[in-house]
């Protein structure tokens, strides 16, 4: 049967934004505190204030609890113990915090590994720009450190900055020396803004993993269910006409990162603007190399909420 890039219950979109609805949790105080005492003391005595968060959230976050323990059964494929529950939280926050190091320009502190480089250099060679799609999984920030190597490497994030108002607030407040640059979506001039960063040679990084509520999804299958991806990012590059290349920074303990690099379509060559049959084709492979991720590092993936929408129901 054919694939539809458009969403088969329109009552299963109503929660998609579920993520975004979500209090952000802890003091801004606290988190300024944690900030200052990383960047002053070092990262070892930022970690200590890191577990107490953790545990904090681990504690008192019972309907995260229950999103992680849903994906972790079927990511681990047994049921997971809350040591490993807190492995998945503690991952989270550990990536958070070094993500203030990477935006300081620190990247001396972190052993980094590639895979797919080869194909990252290409993209870069051709001077056309590419759309990098990424997942709420391991630190995006992490390519900041491999392009510390690559001078004219200039990445630019696609995004919504709604959800993220405190830790935007923390990084205001420490001066960061190179602040990442942000096309926010939404917005009038936002495709103009993309297109015109793309022609400059500029990688757009985007992440393709959550839908906002009333957009096009497409279902596929995603860790023994059904997952709805938003249609949108994937549809904007194939407009752009650009290669599409998964990315993640898988993290792996201690200090150690791994980046990621595998092709997901190359839309650049089309004669005409790609249908939605190659869009979808572009999806489920997407869904099927995060899949895939997600069994071989499952504390990377970091969605703290309902993801598979039930049969006939409204969650999503």
């Given at each position: ?30 988190l ?8 002053k ?40 113990r ?6 998945l939280?503690?991952s989270f926050?550990t ?10 320009g620190?990247?001396g502190q ?52 709604e ?18 640059e ?13 297109r ?46 650009r ?36 869009i979808?084709?572009?999806i489920?492979r ?10 071989a ?20």
């Amino acid at each position: 049967m054919k694939q539809s890039a458009e969403p088969e219950h329109q009552a299963q979109l109503r929660p998609a934004a579920e993520w975004r609805r979500s209090a952000e949790r802890g003091s801004l105080t606290l988190l300024r505190a944690m900030a200052f005492v990383s960047l002053k003391l070092g990262r070892p005595a930022g970690r200590l204030i890191l577990y107490l968060i953790a545990a904090y959230f681990f504690c008192f976050a019972p309907a995260a609890r229950r999103a992680m323990r849903a994906y972790l059964r079927r990511a681990l494929e047994r049921e997971p113990r809350a040591s490993d529950r807190f492995r998945l939280v503690l991952s989270f926050a550990t990536t958070i915090h070094d993500r203030l190091y990477l935006l300081a320009g620190r990247y001396g502190q972190f052993a980094l590994s590639v895979e797919g480089e080869s194909l990252f250099d290409g993209i870069l060679a051709s001077g056309r720009g590419a759309v990098l799609m990424g997942a709420h999984m391991g630190s995006f920030e992490v390519l900041r450190s491999l392009g510390a190597s690559r001078p004219g490497l200039s990445v630019v994030m696609v995004m919504y900055e709604e959800n993220a108002r405190k830790l935007n607030a923390v990084l205001a407040s420490t001066k960061v020396q190179n602040p990442p640059e942000i096309i926010p979506l939404g917005h009038v001039d936002s495709m103009l803004r993309i297109r015109a960063r793309l022609e400059q040679g500029a990688v757009l990084g985007i992440l393709a993993d959550r839908r906002l509520g009333q957009e096009p999804a497409l279902p596929v299958p995603f860790l023994g269910g059904t997952a709805l991806l938003p249609v949108g990012p994937m549809r904007a590059a194939a407009l752009l006409r650009r290669p599409v290349v998964f990315m993640l920074g898988l993290y792996r303990g201690g200090n150690r990162y791994h980046v990621v690099f595998e092709p997901i379509a190359d839309f650049s060559d089309a004669t005409s603007a790609p249908g939605a049959d190659a869009i979808a084709q572009a999806i489920t492979r997407y869904a099927a190399l995060l899949e895939q991720h997600c069994r071989a590092d499952p504390y990377n993936w970091f969605n703290f909420f309902d993801y598979w929408p039930a049969p006939g129901s409204a969650s999503g």
